[in-house]
Structures are given as C-alpha cells and as structure tokens.
C-alpha cells in the first residue's frame, strides 16, 4: 500500500512541481467616474452594469451586445435614476452612467485589439474620455455596443469598481468541461467522509485545483445556500461568501478577492463546482491530506487545532493547493 502524507514534503512538491494555472489576462479598460456629487447615481448604476457583466463568456466568432447582456435598465433591476446626456446637456434617466461600463469595455476591446462592430459616442463629448474614447448606449434608441470575438479562445468578462475606478477586464478562459478530470477524491469532515454520486456530483481535480459540488459541500458543513442569477451564495456563521459562476473574483463579507480557477456549471451534472480552496481558506477550517494508493484523501476539520488525532493518525495544520 502506497501512502504519503502531505508534511512538508508534500508541500514542496505541489508548489515546485505540480502544475500552477496563473489567471492569464488579456486586456483591462478603465475609466475614472466623475466625482460631482450630481453624478453620484450614475456611479450606482455603473456598478450595477458591472455586476450583470461579470462572468460573462465570449467564444470565438461570437458577438458581443452590451444591452443584451445588462438588459434594460429599470428600477426593478436595481439601477437609479441617474443623469444621461452629454457635457451640459443632461436629462434625468433610469440607468444613466451604465455608459462608463461601455466605455470601459471598448478601451478594453480596443487594447485586445479585438473587432468593434457596434459603437456610438456621446453628441458632446463625455467628461470621463476626453479623449474621445467614450461608448454611448441607449436602450431605447437601440443604441449598443457590440464587439467580435476574434481571438481562438472564450473571453471572460471580469469587472468591479475600485474607488470610483470602473475597470473590465478579459480573461482566457480554461476550459473545465474537457480538461481531464481525476476523480481519485475522497472527502471526510471530522472524520466522517461525505459520500457522492451521480446525483449530488462528484469532487475532482483538474487545472491543479480541486473543484467540489457546492450544494453538497455546503449541505455537508450545515451552511446556508442561495442562487441569484449567476452568483452562488454561501452563509456560514458569520461569512458571506459569493461566488460567481466563470469570475475569477469572489466576496467576502462584501470584500472582493480573486481565484486563479473559476465555478464553474458542468454540462454533463449541471451542478455548481467550486475550487475547494478558497471556500475553505475563508471558513478557516484545518485541512490536511494524504494519498494512499492513487487516491487522494482531503481531511476537513470544522475546529482548529495545532495537533489532533485522527483515523489516519497524527494531523497537522497544512496549507496545499486544494
């Protein structure tokens, strides 16, 4: 029987000979919010266009619509009556200030050097591209911004507003749906393992991370979960974690942090998977692991202690790459 324990031994091999995914970036758009506190709505309402367009994929060839996929703009959807209009020109107007979401796409586009298909600009300029790099959309005008997809791979649309900072940024995406899978899992929390199957789907490892269903990890530590259109939300204690499916950034008690592997929604289950990692990281349970004939072990304590005794004898704090 084949067995070794992750000590430190472990350790150096996954940091110095497993493989690491870094999250490849491939272009990021900015722009600088106005700070007149008459715009202060239509800072809301960017940061709302930015939520809708988190985690949104592009594959090769394909188009992409920006009212498509932020949708119209209304109070029900959450966004304010903000000010539309250019430089001394403005009219009240629900969503107004999503444009600097589209402007920050369309700098990113342009620094992909991707395919603009679609792009309007605002009749008197707009304070935030004085440049003249600015995108207008209108919903009711059918005014959209639309770019081409013409890179080999899906893009992944990542955004999030850093002190008045609207950024977007394009990911390659890894794709988990054909990566090869081990399934070679076994997972115990405080000793008691945690059975799957077809039906609550199954832990495996791929891109150097191991990815579990989340239902069932979440039903087996007794959390609270939520799905809302994209996001899946875990409340454990006093956590609130939130993830969003194919975002490489996740939130914390509302601060935002960042993954390299994304959850992601199986084909073949159609269940949530989620690098197991970093949900634990923010439980802040103990964790350790073995391997013993080719199968992998992933032991999860709810408690923290430095030294423990457990089925598989003496237990240390680890930190791996799980």
Same mark, same amino acid.
Not at 255 to 274: A, C, H, N, T
């Given at each position: 029987m084949?067995k070794?324990?992750?000590?430190?031994?472990?350790?150096f091999?996954?940091?110095?000979?497993?493989p690491?995914?870094?999250?490849e970036?491939i272009?990021v758009g900015?722009?600088?919010?106005?700070t007149?506190?008459?715009?202060?709505?239509?800072?809301?309402n960017?940061?709302k266009?930015l939520e809708?367009l988190?985690?949104? %994929? #592009? =594959?090769p060839?394909?188009?992409?619509?920006?009212?498509?996929?932020?949708g119209? @703009? $209304?109070?029900?959807r959450?966004f304010?009556?903000?000010?539309?209009?250019?430089?001394?020109?403005?009219?009240?107007d629900?969503g107004?200030?999503?444009?600097?979401a589209?402007?920050?796409?369309?700098?990113?586009?342009?620094?992909a050097?991707l395919q603009?298909v679609e792009r309007h600009?605002h009749l008197n300029g707009a304070l935030y591209?004085?440049?003249?790099d600015?995108?207008?959309v209108?919903?009711d005008?059918?005014?959209?911004?639309?770019f081409?997809?013409?890179?080999?791979?899906?893009?992944?649309i990542?955004a999030h507003n850093?002190?008045?900072?609207?950024?977007?940024?394009?990911?390659?995406k890894e794709?988990l749906?054909?990566?090869?899978?081990?399934y070679?899992?076994?997972?115990?929390?405080?000793d008691? %393992? #945690? =059975?799957?199957?077809e039906?609550t789907g199954?832990p495996f490892?791929?891109?150097? @991370? $191991?990815?579990i269903p989340?239902e069932?990890?979440?039903r087996?530590?007794?959390?609270?979960?939520?799905?809302?259109?994209k996001?899946v939300?875990?409340?454990f204690?006093?956590?609130l974690?939130e993830?969003t499916i194919?975002?490489?950034?996740?939130?914390?008690?509302g601060?935002?942090?960042?993954?390299d592997?994304?959850p992601?929604?199986?084909?073949?289950?159609?269940?949530v998977?989620?690098p197991?990692?970093?949900?634990?990281d923010?439980?802040?349970?103990t964790?350790?692991?073995?391997?013993?004939?080719?199968?992998?072990?992933?032991?999860i304590?709810?408690?923290?202690?430095?030294?423990?005794?457990t089925a598989?004898?003496?237990?240390?704090?680890?930190?791996?790459r799980?």
């Amino acid at each position: 029987m084949k067995k070794v324990f992750w000590g430190f031994v472990g350790l150096f091999i996954l940091l110095f000979i497993a493989p690491v995914y870094a999250v490849e970036r491939i272009s990021v758009g900015v722009v600088d919010s106005p700070t007149d506190p008459k715009f202060e709505n239509n800072i809301k309402n960017a940061i709302k266009a930015l939520e809708y367009l988190e985690g949104t %994929e #592009i =594959k090769p060839g394909e188009i992409f619509s920006f009212n498509k996929t932020i949708g119209k @703009r $209304t109070i029900s959807r959450g966004f304010y009556m903000g000010l539309s209009g250019s430089e001394g020109d403005y009219y009240k107007d629900v969503g107004g200030g999503v444009c600097q979401a589209a402007t920050a796409i369309h700098r990113a586009v342009v620094n992909a050097g991707l395919q603009v298909v679609e792009r309007h600009r605002h009749l008197n300029g707009a304070l935030y591209a004085p440049n003249g790099d600015d995108a207008a959309v209108d919903w009711d005008a059918r005014w959209d911004y639309k770019f081409k997809n013409t890179l080999p791979y899906t893009i992944v649309i990542t955004a999030h507003n850093d002190n008045n900072k609207i950024q977007v940024e394009f990911i390659k995406k890894e794709d988990l749906e054909s990566a090869v899978k081990n399934y070679n899992v076994k997972l115990f929390i405080n000793d008691v %393992e #945690i =059975k799957f199957d077809e039906k609550t789907g199954k832990p495996f490892i791929a891109f150097g @991370r $191991t990815y579990i269903p989340y239902e069932a990890i979440a039903r087996s530590i007794g959390s609270d979960i939520t799905y809302r259109d994209k996001k899946v939300i875990m409340k454990f204690n006093k956590n609130l974690i939130e993830f969003t499916i194919n975002s490489y950034k996740y939130k914390v008690n509302g601060k935002i942090k960042e993954m390299d592997v994304v959850p992601y929604i199986l084909k073949s289950d159609r269940k949530v998977y989620i690098p197991i990692k970093f949900l634990l990281d923010e439980l802040g349970f103990t964790i350790n692991g073995e391997i013993i004939d080719d199968m992998f072990y992933i032991k999860i304590y709810t408690y923290k202690e430095e030294n423990y005794q457990t089925a598989f004898g003496h237990g240390y704090f680890l930190e791996r790459r799980f």
